[in-house]
């Protein structure tokens, strides 16, 4: 395999991922970072020793797996991207005790550890090292990239060590991520280019926490943090609609929970999490009810394709007029975006990832008593049966209302 630095660089695309000129770069500029109004702080930087060793066996072991250039090419882009994200992370406890912050972000700060213990004591999530530390350096968004086939409900996947197959790639750059998205444009795919405010490495590493969580809301720095440490305790090779599914129930009720345990159910966050949880199951209703209707239409197999492609801009057209009505019901601004940009199969399928199951997944916990602990046991066994965890979810659900029907006849 050669040398260290060797196995540490790749040219691609005209593109040199070189994390041994990376490390020596970050090293030069070790002073401490500089606070949001400019000043200096005595902070320092988290301990690296352990995750800069990982790292570089992680990638040394990925140069022996049967993967593509183009393929190698992302993964050192990533590894890039997550190395400086790490470098520059500080030990929370460390920027408490110092005035480098607004008061509102200190007191989110502060909130990460509390929602954590919430959801390991009470939630049954994994403990982990997770969210120790922060980086206090502005961040660019994570960009996501999704693609699909122009008359097929179906995200193109990407198979990865770990995590197995992916329906998305993650870009620290936005002109990788648009680079890519013409790549598949130029298959004749639809396209999505999204925002991340927050991924997780799945043990790999302990995740900091980036800047622009502690700046948004109570709520959505809950339901975040709940939704990252359910991806921790249970991720499923290759399920994406599960896996996301799964984490966007945990963090909208454990958040919900975590501030009516804590605050009392008439405190302004939990409020908002009732009202984001009524919009959520609205919204998972109007996207089923799209998503349905295109699946009808993508296997008519009388239709020719680009008369599947002219009869879709029709079904887009109607139902975005429905979701006006729809908006009007809602209590929050959560989904106001929804097709400003306009719809194609990647975006719908990109957004249905998180949405598109949650009523579902909703029946599920009642029937497991509304208990998140309970939910995650289960979904634990059947996670261990094999096949398409949605699939056995259905399955399960129609057993209980079955033997429900049985029992009360």
């Known amino acids: 395999m050669g040398s260290m630095n060797k196995t540490l660089r790749l040219l691609s695309n005209g593109e040199i991922y070189d994390l041994a000129k990376i490390t020596k770069e970050l090293a030069s500029k070790g002073h401490p970072p500089k606070s949001p109004t400019g000043t200096e702080t005595a902070l320092h930087p988290a301990p690296c020793t352990s995750w800069l060793r990982n790292l570089r066996l992680s990638v040394a072991f990925l140069l022996i ?3 593509s250039g183009c393929r190698i090419s992302y993964l050192f882009h990533a590894a890039a991207g997550q190395f400086r994200f790490l470098y520059h992370a500080v030990p929370v406890e460390e920027v408490l005790q110092q005035d480098s912050l607004p008061e509102s972000e200190r007191r989110r700060l502060a909130l990460v550890s509390r929602i954590k213990e919430f959801g390991e004591n009470k939630l049954g999530l994994k403990k982990s090292g997770n969210y120790e530390t922060i980086n206090l350096k ?4 994570v960009y ?3 693609a ?3 008359d097929k409900l179906t995200l193109i996947t990407w198979w990865f060590p770990v995590a197995g197959h992916v329906p998305y790639l993650g870009f620290f750059d936005l002109e990788a991520a648009r680079n890519q998205r013409d790549r598949l444009q130029a298959k004749d795919l639809d396209t999505f280019v999204g925002r991340a405010e927050a991924y997780s490495t799945l043990g790999w590493f302990k995740d900091p926490l980036s800047l622009n969580l502690i700046q948004g809301s109570d709520l959505n720095l809950a339901e975040t943090i709940l939704h990252e440490m359910t991806h921790t305790t249970l991720y499923v090779k290759g399920q994406g609609e599960f896996n996301e599914g799964l984490a966007q ?3 909208k009720r454990g958040a919900l929970l975590f501030f ?10 939990a409020m908002e999490a009732r009202d984001a949880i009524s919009d959520e199951i609205l919204f998972s209703t109007f996207l089923g009810s799209l998503l349905s209707e295109l699946d009808v239409l993508y296997k008519t197999e009388q239709l020719s394709y680009g008369l599947k492609l002219s009869e879709r801009e029709k079904v887009f057209a109607r139902h975005l007029e429905s979701f006006s009505g729809v908006k009007n019901l809602m209590r929050t601004k959560r989904f106001a975006g929804f097709g400003q940009a ?7 399928m990109s957004v249905g ?3 598109r199951h949650y009523g579902l997944l909703e029946k599920v916990l009642a029937q497991k008593g509304n208990s998140l602990k309970d939910l995650l046991v289960l979904f634990r066994d059947l996670s261990e049966r094999g096949g398409n965890l949605m699939d056995r979810t259905r399955e399960w659900l129609n057993a209980q209302n079955a033997q429900k029907a049985g029992v009360s006849s």
Not at 138 to 141: F, G, L, T, V
Not at 260 to 269: D, I, L, R
């Open 342 to 348: 306009g719809l194609n199969n990647a975006y719908l």
């Open 353 to 355: 990832l998180y949405h």
């Open 144 to 146: 996501t990239v999704s």
């Open 65 to 67: 797996l049967p993967l």
């Open 260 to 269: 009516e345990e804590t605050f009392g159910p008439s405190h302004p966050a």
């Open 148 to 150: 699909s086939p122009r």
């Open 249 to 251: 129930l945990i963090g």
């Open 138 to 141: 502005e961040q660019s968004p």
